[in-house]
């Protein structure tokens, strides 16, 4: 299926199976808005909780805060967002949009990257068995070309917006002969910075009312509490404070479904280290995020590392975990060293010490800061675009399957009563009662057996429970798995136990370990 179709599908099927619709939907909507619906809002909080565990739960020196949305406008000023969070935009004259400029070169560099893709399947199709990817990528002429183009583009790029030079970001759009895509020509506007903090206002007269912003990012919350926390807690560094919340950005372009939206929700963990030590934490918790990603079986070969030619003003280092997306690879997680940045500004704009006494060297010092920062809906998107199959079964037939990691899927199991009568659902009910206190579980009762198999495999759900006559007799159900549609014969008794043994986060993170 061309990836376009595919997201097309995701994007259908979020809706049409309760996941996810457009906000205010009978009002036409609102741009780069969305709401998560019955399932959504389950996949979504699940999703929330398997980070929360993998992050505060599992680790000793990790703590949670919930800090608020609004912050005092100082902090937005002393963060650098005020003056320096924006993007730089481009318009095409013609026909009047607007976008990203570096993000229209990097859609340049993808278009090159899915030829290298085309080189290497044609390669591999030709050597069959015998083929080596890295040793062709390496020394293929075609494809070492096309990489170095892609290499010296993103580079130059990473200069100019490191520099400002907006000047040459827009000739690098001109050289390259990018065109718009809606209008097809290359008139374009020169390249200006645009900040994408929302403004409002605190206050019931406009006389005395307050300038706020709502919040771009989570992390502020945790800077602004580290003292707080890390003296009522007893902490000791290296430690690290999570959150988890919404986030606000006025994206110049927000396309892609819940890729980019105008509101969102991060999850983001600040790491207090010892200055000095930020290069192997930076190396733990890249390996560290990388593994829990993996833990969820979305296929290892669906990761990369992206390393920043163009760092933010507070960083000294910085790594995107980016994951194939229907289009294309993109980032999913950012880490950065953020040094002693936002703690110092912090200290200067506030006037109050942001400081951290070391007991074993008895000094006092700044800390500096490792970040892990992951956008909960790009992580649901990850999730589901992976999940959603169509299946060529044995009979030439197809099924939709949503192949949800157990440990995420809004519904565990779904209680069906193979027919409407003869006490089976009064029996299924009863399963639903027991079960429903360890696990979200769904009864159905419409629609013969096999369809309701296959509204339940589209829906996510990783087991259903038939209820049948044999039932009555001996206590037994027939249980069929998601993924391999084998069934079989158990207890009432043990139907727990063989859940839990698949839904359960220990099962899951463990392969952290
Ligand atoms: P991008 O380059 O895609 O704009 P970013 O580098 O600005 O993202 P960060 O500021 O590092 O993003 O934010 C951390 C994470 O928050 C990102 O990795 C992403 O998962 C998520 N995120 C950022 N902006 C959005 C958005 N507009 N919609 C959804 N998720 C977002």
Partial sequence: MANDDQFKKVISHAKEYGYVFQSSEIYDGLSAVYDYAQNGVELKKNIRDYWWKAMVQMNDNIVGIDASIFMHPTTWKASGHVDAFSDPLIDNKDSKKRYRADVLVEDYCAKIEAKIEKEVKKAAKRFGDAFNKEEFVSTNGRVVGYQEKIDSILKRLGQSLEKEDLADVKALIEELEIACPVAGSRNWTDVKQFNLMFGTKLGASAETAMDLYLRPETAQGIFVNFLNVQKTGRMKIPFGIAQTGKAFRNEIVARQFIFRMREFEQMEMQFFIKPGTQKEWFEYWKETRLKWHKSLGLGDENYRFHDHEKLAHYADAATDIEFKFPFGFKELEGIHSRTDFDLKQHEEFSGKKLQYFDHEDKANYTPYVLETSIGLDRMFL????????????????????????????????????????????????????????????????????????????????????????????????????????????????????????????????????
């Avoid at 197809?398 to 192949?403: E, G």
């Avoid at 727990?496 to 370990?513: N, R, S």
Wanted: hydrophobic share 40%.
């Fill in 382 to 513: 990850a999730v589901f675009s992976n999940a959603l199959v169509e299946e060529e079964l044995e009979n030439n037939t197809t099924r939709t399957v949503l192949k949800l990691p157990a440990v995420l899927a809004p519904n565990k199991a779904a209680i069906l009563p193979l027919v409407k009568k003869d006490g089976l659902p009064e029996i299924a009910k009863q399963i639903v009662e027991d079960l429903k206190w360890d696990f979200n579980v769904t009864y159905d009762e419409k629609d013969a057996v096999g369809r309701r198999y296959r509204r339940q495999d589209a829906n996510g759900t990783p087991f259903c429970i038939t209820v049948d006559h044999d039932t009555l007799e001996d206590n037994s159900v027939t249980i069929r798995h998601r993924d391999t549609m084998e069934q079989k014969r158990v207890k009432i008794e043990d139907l727990k136990e063989i859940i839990k043994a698949e839904v359960d986060v220990k099962h899951w993170l463990k392969k952290m370990k």
